[in-house]
């Protein structure tokens, strides 16, 4: 079977290549907006008790958008075909979404709201180390060497801004090896922390980085710093941009203990337990830590559900009513309601164990009775065993320092 694997490296573009990567982004952007207006004409027209009228596809639409291109859009002959036809993808897409109750009717894409954008290439992409070739801009600098497989069988890339920085992500085909073997070892459970961003079973602890906490001071800093500016001043226009340089560095510092985490897990675990997320519930958060313990715990999984695929380990989903908090994991006592979310420690009345209540939580995922049904085949090695006291801090023994510790687990 084959998997398509994304490399997502920044950008080194000159002066000449930076223009055509706007003007790229502003054809997806213009492509993606023209096809929304027509279709939701089509939508609007096609509620009233007419002859409905055939929504068009995205074949159909590009087509008439290169028909456009030898007239008044001839500006279009600058770019790379693919950006409007991929952007005429992405749309069909939202509205498949849209009609599949997914998601609400599509936006359009505007360049204040919503930033530059991003669009895709197809067709002669090379890699060279420390550079790319992107089709119609040509070979492209990249700030990072030797991360991008060269002898790749390379399918896209997807190039895209945030705050001034150029992303590309090289999306490799790679043959699926079928006679993985899984990693050995004890299953684990792993239960989203909210100081730390994820507790495994076995007493590990992913910190959030050190470096976060210095950025955040920075980051309130500058946002009352905003505040201060006048509307519509450069000087507001210059806070702006400083606050969103630093929020995507605080972004990717994060990602980054994310990723070597992920693939962490993935390689040395054979079975991983995880809890479901109910995504409403998350979505109604109001309590910020949660919100952004949440926003990381989504990366979590999404990034252990393809890299346990990758490793030949499996991921399981304990069903959502499993109480992998209220449980005691060392006698099986259930807590009368809740625990509140400021209660750091499980207390259990009826054993007197005292544990970290995220450990406790990852504990009881280890244990969920419907791992059994899930796995066709035995563990080996078997359920880690909760016999021992709990009473281990996240932070002491066991603590990944993944904030800048050395690289240990990159894949
Ligand atoms: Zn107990």
Known sequence: MKLVRAYKTELAPDDAQLASLYRHAGAARFAYNWGLEWKSNVHLFNLLPHPRLKTPSAVDLHRELTRLKKGKLSWLYEVSKCAPQEA???LDAAFSNFFG????FPNFKSRKKRGVGSFTLYGAIRVRPGEVRLPRIGWVRLKERGYIPSRAHIKSVT???????WYVAVNVVVEERKELLPPHGPLVGVDRGLNSLAVISDGTVLENPRALRRYERKLRHLQRNLSRKRKGSSNRRKAREALARLNLRVRNTRLDAIQKFTT??????PVIVVEDLDVKNMMGNHHLARAIADAAWG????????????YGSTLIT?????PSTKRCSRCGHMKDGGL???????HCEACSLVADRDLNAARNLAEWPGVARTLEMPV???????????IQPPGESGTISLGRGPRRWMS
């Open 380 to 390: 080996e090695g078997g359920v880690q065993s909760t016999a021992e006291p709990l």
């Open 159 to 165: 190039v895209s801004e945030r705050a001034k920085r």
């Open 340 to 346: 509140p979310i400021e209660e750091r420690v499980f």
């Open 264 to 269: 962490m897990l993935a390689k040395i675990k």
């Open 299 to 310: 990366e979590i999984s999404r990034q252990l559900l393809y890299k346990t695929r990758w």
């Open 101 to 104: 109750h997914r998601t609400g």
């Open 318 to 322: 304990a069903d959502r009513w499993y």
């Open 88 to 90: 005429l993808r992405d």
